[in-house]
């Protein structure tokens, strides 16, 4: 039976609302343009590329971290939340680039990373300085170690990027002391969130770029920031699963007291008008994600449900209902996303090889093929593209956000072949032999064929850009009505006048492997998973991803058609 479509208030025409359908654009300065040759991405070459995000149809910008850091996690390791890496440029280029992107009706989202600092960050500096129990190391956690002389760490307990999840330091008398904390990099010592001052100097950050121009935030692994550092831990393995646990009591993750933290920042937000935005990444059991989303806390967190989905048309059913009532339920709209800086491209994703316990074009997060030296020849990506470009296009149709990652709108691979002594990841170095790292999502763009970094600056690049990336630059794609880069204009354009209240309702499909739904105003999409075309229903076609020959969608392919009547 097919569901009728519901009537849910539309809420696309008001301004504080403009969060709930938008089209997000993840850029990654470092890696997006480079301005001063100097191979690495910067503020002013975000701000020469906004006519190119206004072509492109996007409705915000979400800028990983830009501030000083010493890159040893990419810019997630922050010394200092209230200014910009001089590499990237200065505070007054963020103006101008704000400025710029809101002229053209751009919202700008800033990336906010609350659970750890840097190493270099003042707080930290001054806490090596300070003695053991000083108010300057309560800012993060620090503890003695164990052993005879505290020469062990506290516990035996790991960190994400591998290794133990403790550093000794030496006290300012030059012995052997304590120990700190850090569940990422050892560059990245965690704070403690039970102290009022951290809390006091989170939201001065948020009130910070929010008066600076900033719409909201993206906030960094948001379900890690409350702690109970002395729990028994039943076995190391759950230490990392934060999906696992619904009831709030992990140790680490998604313990119930984070909420507090949002629910302070919500009040905060609510004093701009519109109110400040702000999506959650947090990668909890999905029954738990909508306390993120909440209207009282963060209002969106991201749904890596579909990232981690293979290409079927079951399992993208399911995810899609549960998301959608969830989202009606709490008030807060969905969010969908199949790439970012921290996983493989979904064009490699969908083209991987059989083999090594994955199924054929799962959307598995391909970190085997990377392990197993990311031979570019394993990949069929042709099919990878028309498999990322079928989803895409039936992720532009859902209600809710749809967040896209740079590089992406060109129907970019993941460039899995990086030497060593290129790699920059935390990932590879501390983790060598079990993960090969994020750097190959990570590679500079490329705006035209040639040039010594194919346009993306004048000198090079900081991590190596492969030939290939000359098919898929910018400027020529731009120049084909048949490219990726156009399809991805024509649907973010479409999606724009298509867009109505946020409600889908199912319709009968005659196939397994198709998915049929509309939205209001006839607007019908059907997306075939499986490799026989399908009879789409009667109407004009607004957009496929693939060509549509006698009323027939082919294989692997997404179409929009309007039906009137
Ligand atoms: C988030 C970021 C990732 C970073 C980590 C630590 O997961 O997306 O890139 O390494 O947090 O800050």
Request: aromatic share 10%; with cysteine; charged share 25%.
């Given at each position: 039976?097919?569901?009728?479509?519901?009537?849910?208030?539309?809420?696309?025409?008001?301004?504080?609302?403009?969060w709930r359908q938008a089209a997000v654009y993840q850029i990654y300065?470092?890696?997006?343009?480079?301005?001063?040759?100097?191979?690495?991405?910067?503020?002013?070459?975000?701000?020469?590329?906004?006519?190119?995000?206004?072509?492109?149809?996007?409705d915000a910008v979400w800028l990983s971290p830009?501030?000083?850091?010493?890159?040893?996690?990419?810019?997630y390791?922050?010394?200092?939340?209230?200014?910009?890496?001089?590499?990237?440029?200065?505070?007054?280029?963020?103006?101008?680039?704000?400025?710029?992107?809101?002229?053209?009706?751009?919202?700008?989202i800033v990336d906010i990373v609350p659970n750890?600092?840097?190493?270099?960050?003042?707080?930290?500096?001054?806490?090596?300085?300070?003695?053991?129990?000083?108010?300057?190391?309560?800012?993060?956690?620090?503890?003695?170690?164990?052993?005879?002389?505290?020469?062990?760490?506290?516990?035996?307990?790991?960190?994400?990027?591998?290794?133990?999840?403790?550093?000794?330091?030496?006290?300012?008398?030059?012995?052997?002391?304590?120990?700190?904390?850090?569940?990422?990099?050892?560059?990245?010592?965690?704070?403690?969130?039970?102290?009022?001052?951290?809390?006091?100097?989170?939201?001065?950050?948020?009130?910070?770029?929010?008066?600076?121009?900033?719409?909201g935030f993206r906030v960094d692994v948001a379900h890690a920031l409350?702690?109970?550092?002395?729990?028994?831990?039943?076995?190391?393995?759950?230490?990392?699963?934060a999906d696992?646990?619904?009831?709030?009591?992990?140790?680490?993750w998604d313990?119930?007291?984070v909420h507090?933290?949002y629910?302070?920042w919500?009040?905060?937000?609510?004093?701009?008008?519109?109110?400040?935005t702000a999506v959650a990444e947090a990668w909890v059991h999905a029954d738990r994600r909508a306390r993120y989303a909440s209207?009282?806390g963060l209002g969106q967190a991201f749904n890596f449900d579909l990232l981690k989905a293979?290409?079927?048309?079951?399992?993208?059913?399911?995810i899609i209902?549960k998301n959608l009532?969830e989202a009606?339920?709490t008030?807060a709209s969905s969010t969908w996303v199949f790439s970012n800086h921290d996983v493989?491209?979904h064009?490699?994703?969908?083209?991987?090889?059989?083999?090594?316990?994955?199924?054929?074009?799962?959307g598995?997060d391909?970190?085997?093929?990377?392990?197993?030296?990311?031979?570019?020849?394993?990949?069929?990506?042709?099919?990878?593209?028309?498999?990322?470009?079928?989803a895409t296009?039936?992720m532009l149709?859902l209600p809710g956000s749809a967040y896209l990652y740079q590089?992406e709108?060109?129907?970019?691979?993941?460039?899995?072949?990086?030497?060593?002594?290129?790699?920059?990841?935390?990932?590879?170095?501390?983790?060598?032999?079990?993960?090969?790292?994020r750097?190959?999502c990570?590679?500079?763009?490329?705006?035209?064929?040639?040039?010594?970094?194919?346009?993306?600056?004048?000198?090079?690049?900081?991590?190596?850009?492969?030939?290939?990336?000359?098919?898929?630059?910018?400027?020529?794609?731009?120049?084909?009505?048949?490219?990726?880069?156009?399809?991805?204009?024509?649907?973010?354009?479409?999606?724009?006048?298509?867009?109505?209240?946020?409600?889908?309702?199912?319709?009968?499909?005659?196939?397994?492997?198709?998915?049929?739904?509309?939205?209001?105003?006839?607007?019908?999409?059907?997306?075939?998973?499986?490799?026989?075309?399908?009879?789409?229903?009667?109407?004009?076609?607004?957009?496929?991803?693939?060509?549509?020959?006698?009323?027939?969608?082919?294989?692997?392919?997404?179409?929009?058609?309007?039906?009137?009547?």
């Amino acid at each position: 039976m097919s569901t009728p479509v519901e009537s849910a208030p539309d809420t696309t025409a008001q301004d504080a609302h403009w969060w709930r359908q938008a089209a997000v654009y993840q850029i990654y300065p470092r890696s997006f343009s480079d301005s001063n040759g100097d191979g690495l991405g910067d503020l002013k070459g975000i701000t020469s590329k906004v006519q190119y995000l206004k072509d492109l149809g996007v409705d915000a910008v979400w800028l990983s971290p830009f501030y000083p850091s010493a890159l040893a996690d990419g810019g997630y390791d922050v010394d200092d939340y209230r200014n910009v890496d001089p590499r990237l440029g200065t505070l007054e280029d963020f103006d101008e680039m704000a400025a710029a992107l809101h002229a053209v009706g751009i919202k700008v989202i800033v990336d906010i990373v609350p659970n750890h600092t840097s190493n270099r960050h003042a707080w930290f500096q001054e806490a090596l300085a300070s003695p053991k129990g000083s108010a300057a190391r309560r800012r993060y956690i620090f503890r003695d170690g164990l052993g005879e002389n505290g020469e062990l760490p506290p516990n035996e307990w790991t960190s994400i990027f591998g290794g133990p999840a403790w550093e000794r330091v030496t006290e300012p008398d030059g012995t052997p002391g304590q120990w700190y904390f850090h569940l990422f990099a050892k560059e990245q010592p965690d704070l403690d969130w039970d102290n009022p001052e951290v809390h006091e100097d989170f939201l001065r950050t948020l009130r910070f770029w929010s008066d600076r121009g900033a719409d909201g935030f993206r906030v960094d692994v948001a379900h890690a920031l409350k702690k109970d550092m002395d729990a028994e831990v039943e076995s190391l393995e759950l230490l990392h699963r934060a999906d696992l646990f619904r009831n709030g009591e992990h140790p680490l993750w998604d313990r119930d007291e984070v909420h507090t933290i949002y629910a302070e920042w919500r009040r905060l937000f609510n004093e701009y008008n519109p109110p400040r935005t702000a999506v959650a990444e947090a990668w909890v059991h999905a029954d738990r994600r909508a306390r993120y989303a909440s209207p009282e806390g963060l209002g969106q967190a991201f749904n890596f449900d579909l990232l981690k989905a293979d290409f079927d048309a079951e399992q993208f059913r399911t995810i899609i209902s549960k998301n959608l009532a969830e989202a009606a339920a709490t008030g807060a709209s969905s969010t969908w996303v199949f790439s970012n800086h921290d996983v493989v491209r979904h064009a490699t994703r969908y083209g991987l090889p059989k083999g090594s316990g994955r199924e054929e074009g799962a959307g598995a997060d391909g970190k085997d093929w990377l392990l197993e030296g990311g031979d570019p020849a394993q990949v069929d990506a042709e099919r990878g593209l028309r498999r990322a470009k079928a989803a895409t296009l039936l992720m532009l149709a859902l209600p809710g956000s749809a967040y896209l990652y740079q590089g992406e709108e060109l129907g970019l691979q993941e460039v899995g072949q990086i030497a060593d002594e290129d790699r920059q990841d935390p990932t590879f170095f501390r983790n060598k032999g079990v993960e090969v790292g994020r750097d190959g999502c990570r590679v500079p763009l490329p705006w035209e064929p040639q040039g010594s970094s194919f346009g993306f600056g004048s000198n090079g690049s900081h991590l190596p850009q492969p030939a290939w990336f000359a098919d898929y630059a910018v400027s020529v794609q731009a120049a084909d009505a048949g490219s990726t880069l156009s399809f991805y204009r024509r649907a973010l354009k479409l999606r724009h006048e298509l867009q109505a209240a946020e409600a889908l309702g199912w319709q009968d499909s005659v196939d397994d492997e198709v998915l049929h739904f509309v939205r209001p105003g006839g607007w019908h999409v059907v997306a075939n998973f499986g490799t026989a075309p399908v009879v789409l229903p009667e109407g004009e076609v607004l957009l496929a991803s693939a060509e549509v020959e006698g009323g027939k969608l082919p294989g692997e392919a997404t179409a929009w058609v309007r039906v009137t009547g």
